[in-house]
């Protein structure tokens, strides 16, 4: 059954292939002709009793139809509006072709769900920012053990990937919203949700910090967020969004702005998973107070480093930061981070991209759940936090040999305050002050002579 569901899907890719050439001189993209052709497909199965002729143009004129039907049947209530999506070509022979084979291949929902994962990764389409990589949604998931009676959101939806991950799971029931700003990052999660047929999911289409709607605050279980990479001037920053936010804890990177508010929307007891990239962990100025706050209050539980080269936008690593909303009652207990390295847990494909297989998902959860032993993971306490600047970079707390490098080389290494000079400002003059760390070289000849 699996062979016949690749067969048909690699016979339908080639076809979709086939479409976007035969219509790349209209001045189409890649990604809106590939949309648009898949939007037509779902279209011509509403209406697939009407035993359509896929040689008339009359009939095709019924498919056009149909297109924007469909469109207004599923998306019309969100005041969506893709024009570029629905801007098909009803006419052209290739699409003829693909509805035809489509026709043909009596393609079920989860074949379908199969193209639509493909589309998404083999075109110039602009979501490689919002794109959690299926294996590290599905690494998320399971850290989260979501219940079915629990409700779940995601503030910074993208295309789906913890929403894909979660149903995956067989887990139907827990309630789902999904906030996307990016039109069509959600017109395509709006499409997984039909596809799945799913009644126990809201997807909104705006901005996670409008205040133009009422704010979720405590009252969420789980918060999952692949939060964007950007940096805008806190000045800036406080402006957008301290009306929604009304927090001291806004900061210049953006990231951070989503922790805070999947953080407040958190009910007591309730837990939040960030996927998020290095520079929060080690930044200065607004960014410490912001570490600080999060250790100091409790609130952190575990910091996971994860292997480079794993995200689509970027080669550097990531990491994954777990909070957990204390219950409300007051309980005296030591305070304490979970560091987890996992940079040596991956697989690799060909050009060195790096994934994670079943194993390398069993193998982080393992170190996550069960293991302290100093080399992999580590409880550390709130004094040794303070005494790093509030680091939360597990390398500062973990000593690992991770396979691979050449470690021979650090046995030679000099402290850096040995052969440089660290200031503080910035730019590179020699500045008092600043919130960021500057090294300046020394010259090394002059001081042996």
């Given at each position: 059954m699996q062979v016949e569901s690749?067969?048909?899907?690699?016979?339908?890719?080639?076809e979709f292939w086939n479409f976007a050439d035969a219509v790349r001189n209209s001045g189409r993209s890649v990604e809106d002709s590939f949309l648009g052709a898949f939007t037509a497909i779902l279209a011509s199965r509403e209406i697939e009793?009407?035993?359509?002729?896929?040689?008339?143009?009359?009939?095709?004129?019924?498919?056009?139809?149909?297109?924007?039907?469909?469109?207004?049947?599923?998306?019309?209530?969100?005041?969506?509006?893709?024009?570029?999506?629905?801007?098909?070509?009803?006419?052209?022979?290739?699409?003829?072709?693909?509805?035809?084979v489509c026709k043909n291949a009596e393609l079920s929902n989860s074949v379908l769900i199969e193209i639509l994962d493909?589309?998404?990764?083999?075109?110039?389409?602009?979501?490689?920012?919002?794109?959690?990589?299926?294996a590290v949604a599905e690494l998320i998931i399971k850290i989260a053990d979501i219940k079915e009676e629990e409700n779940v959101l995601d503030p910074a939806m993208g295309v789906a990937g913890f929403y894909r991950a979660l149903r995956n799971t067989g887990n139907l029931d827990s309630r789902f919203t999904g906030v996307e700003i990016n039109v069509k990052s959600f017109y395509i999660s709006s499409l997984y949700k039909y596809l799945l047929s799913?009644?126990?999911?809201?997807?909104?289409?705006?901005?996670?910090?409008?205040?133009?709607?009422?704010?979720?605050?405590?009252?969420?279980?789980?918060?999952?967020?692949?939060?964007?990479?950007?940096?805008?001037?806190?000045?800036?920053?406080?402006?957008?969004?301290?009306?929604?936010?009304?927090?001291?804890?806004?900061?210049?990177?953006?990231?951070?702005?989503?922790?805070?508010?999947?953080?407040?929307?958190?009910?007591?007891?309730?837990?939040?998973?960030f996927l998020i990239n290095m520079k929060p962990l080690f930044g200065a100025g607004e960014i410490q107070q912001i570490r600080r706050h999060w250790v100091e209050s409790g609130i952190l539980k575990t910091v996971v480093s994860l292997p480079s080269k794993l995200l689509a936008q970027t080669g550097?690593?990531?990491?994954?930061?777990?909070?957990?909303?204390?219950?409300?009652?007051?309980?005296?207990?030591d305070k304490k981070i979970k560091f987890v390295k996992s940079d040596d847990c991956f697989s690799e494909e060909k050009k060195g991209k790096?994934?994670?297989?079943?194993?390398?998902?069993?193998?982080?959860?393992?170190r996550i759940d069960h293991l302290d032993d100093g080399l992999v993971a580590k409880i550390v306490d709130l004094g040794s936090?303070?005494?790093?600047?509030?680091?939360?970079?597990?390398?500062q707390y973990i000593d690992q040999e991770i396979a691979g490098v050449n470690l021979s080389l650090s046995k030679i290494w000099e402290p850096l305050g040995e052969v440089a000079e660290i200031l503080r400002g910035g730019s590179f003059s020699n500045l008092d002050n600043g919130n960021e760390p500057v090294i300046q070289g020394r010259d090394l000849r002059v001081e042996k002579l």
């Open positions: 690749t067969t048909s899907s690699q016979r339908i890719q080639a009793h009407l035993k359509l002729d896929f040689t008339s143009t009359n009939d095709f004129n019924a498919i056009a139809g149909a297109v924007y039907k469909f469109f207004d049947k599923f998306f019309l209530a969100t005041h969506v509006n893709i024009p570029d999506i629905l801007n098909i070509n009803f006419e052209h022979p290739a699409l003829y072709r693909l509805l035809y493909w589309i998404i990764g083999h075109t110039s389409i602009n979501f490689s920012e919002s794109l959690t990589p299926p799913d009644s126990n999911s809201t997807l909104l289409q705006f901005s996670a910090f409008s205040t133009h709607i009422k704010p979720v605050v405590n009252s969420v279980d789980v918060v999952l967020c692949n939060p964007p990479v950007r940096r805008i001037p806190q000045s800036e920053a406080r402006y957008r969004y301290q009306e929604r936010l009304c927090s001291e804890y806004i900061s210049s990177e953006m990231s951070l702005n989503f922790v805070e508010l999947g953080l407040q929307a958190l009910k007591h007891g309730g837990r939040a998973i550097l690593k990531c990491a994954i930061l777990i909070f957990e909303k204390s219950t409300g009652v007051s309980v005296k207990s790096r994934f994670l297989n079943v194993e390398n998902i069993k193998e982080i959860t393992k936090v303070k005494e790093n600047d509030y680091s939360l970079v597990p390398d």
